[in-house]
């Protein structure tokens, strides 16, 4: 396999299509690169021969004699398969077919044939359909941009060209450096991940920038990128929403998990930091690029205006960052640098007389207490702070906290003077924003980042899973053509994992249900059984808190009449009689193997209502306990489980085991490919929580349970 660094740094250059013609494509190629300072090899090619831009142009890759690393291809996609044929065979390690008109149009065959070619010769191909590769460690611009890219230290990864070359243009106005910058179009042979394991390593970037519309290998793509947010930043946009979400209509786990959602718990849970704008992706890219980390977990705001400090302090909340409020602290270290009408609360308002000095002593408080890990600064406009002093004066302040190490980020509010200041400042790489919520998002991402550093090494939760055991139930039922397990064999798998199920029996018969009433001790629930029936409450099939004998009777018979009425060929096996519970918190717990990222697993709050509230949040697995935590936590209904108006909290531990055993059970028997337990009653604290309905759909790929 080719060393992906030659694709960043090769030793020579090869353009196929190289033309005299300036408004072609192949010209612009050879003008880039060798504008940018390349000081490799460079041979245009072209038929015709001759010379283009003062370079002898040759008539074919064979003509050349000496090795070509990397090979530009700009002919029309007619001759492109011939072409890349030559250069696979005289042993070029990449080709960056720029051409478009392949795959994207339709014409998949072309496409394959290409990379199936290249791949025999081991060759790699960047596209087919991209606009090729700038290198800031090879002064390398092979690509047809503008030209003239800033050098620096974010590394662009693009699917999309067009969006890939603004992107070139909006570096420069924001000031942004690139270390590299590369489109993968078709994505006919590298992908994303190849990309990742060079800038990952490469000491130049800083931050790595992606902009994806679809992934086509999730383990590996997940794999790569875990490893690159172990060393810097990633910020990923992720555009484009899937039609796979409703596959599984059959279960709510399926329903409830358009591929963005799970997209987006898998990225956020590798460390991925996720931009909705492009604007977004560049802010956060350069502030992360640039920033210490924070040197410890509670920030301070300090502000000229009581209005935009709540502003900041709302936003603070928002993105996750704690404001620190030791009050007597405060007071201790801010009072002598606030009028005493001002407030030493964090927000810190030293009012709106603050100028220059005013803003030095309070900003260098904080830069000096090592209580304080993070400065926000913020400024409305007033007539005694004179815009030209407020760029010294935060260029001076953003220079110290630099030297200390410490983040340090100002939102600046006001008129053209401010706005004028922005620019001017920003050019400078002095983090100044025009918007509280911009500027408090980027220390929010900073923090975000840094807490995924410390705790992303932590241990992987398991359990044992009697696996044999699991698996012949499950091959029993595809025996019988069944996809989905009946409740009893569900239930009996939970008990093979521990994982508790209210008493329950299954009668064949009327006689039998009353005998099985007894058994379980009254109040008892009736369940029909049926495989034709799945959703059993729509189906008139479910009856609860059956009191005595009589109650057993009469319900037996209105459930065997409206599952009838339901589906009138439904076969009906017969009614579950289990103890009726005692309703406490219903959560859902689902787990899914996802086509793409493999095992999932979803919790949320459960009950008949979880298609509306879709409260639900999603992990990729294997998880630690924390991650686990942190997907209770962030559902909406969290503070169910914590206890509301007095109550007591709930058993969450319980909740915790179940969601461990449940994410073994997917991610060790591939026979099966949804669980979902729905609802998990969760008692109170040490009193456990029992999987009251559990539903497991199995795999419909037959090796799976061989
Ligand atoms: N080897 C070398 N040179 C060849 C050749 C071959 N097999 N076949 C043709 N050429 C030469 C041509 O003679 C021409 O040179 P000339 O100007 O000296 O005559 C040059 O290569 C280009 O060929 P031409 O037919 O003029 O094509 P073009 O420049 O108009 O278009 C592409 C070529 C690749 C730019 C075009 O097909 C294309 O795909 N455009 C879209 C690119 C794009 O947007 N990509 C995605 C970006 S994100």
Redesign the pocket.
Known sequence: MNDIKLLFEPRSIAV??A???PK???HTFIKNILASGYAGKLYP????GGDVLGLQAYP?INAIDGAVDMVCT????R?VY??VKACADRGVKYNVI????FSEIGDIATERKIADYAASRGMRVVGP???GVYSAEARMDATFGPGGIMPGSVAIVTQS??L??AMIGKSKVENIGLSAIV?I?NKCDIDEADLLEYLTDQERTRVILMYIEGIKDGDRFIEAVKKATKKKPVVVIKSGRSERGAVAAASHTGSLAGSDEIIDAILRQNGVIRADTIQQAFDWCKYLGNSPAPTGDQAVIITNGGGIGVMATDACEKYDIELYDDGKKLKEMFSPVTPSFGSTKNPIDITGGAAGAEYNSALSVALDAKEIGASIALYCETSTFLAADLEKVLEQNHNSYELKKKPLLFAIVGGEDIENAIVKLGRKNVPVFGDVDEAVACLGKLYWYHRYLRYHSELYEDAAVPVAAITEICTNAIKQDRYFLLAHEAQKIMDLVGIPVPKSYIARNLDEAITCAEKCGYPVVMKVVSRDIIHKSDAGGVALDLEDRNEVIDAYQAIMQSCRAYKHDAKIEGVEIAEMLKKEVETIIGARRDQTFGPVIMFGLGGIYVEVMKDVAFRALPLSRREILNMIKETRSYPLLLGVRGEEQKDIDAVIAVIIKLGALISKCPAISDIEINPLMVYEQNKGAKAVDVRILLAKDERSTT
């Open positions: 196929v299509g033309s005299k013609d072609k494509i192949g090619i072209n038929p015709a074919d700009t002919i029309p996609a001759f011939d072409s720029i051409t478009s008109g359909n991209v606009f060209g067009a890939g070359l489109s179009g």
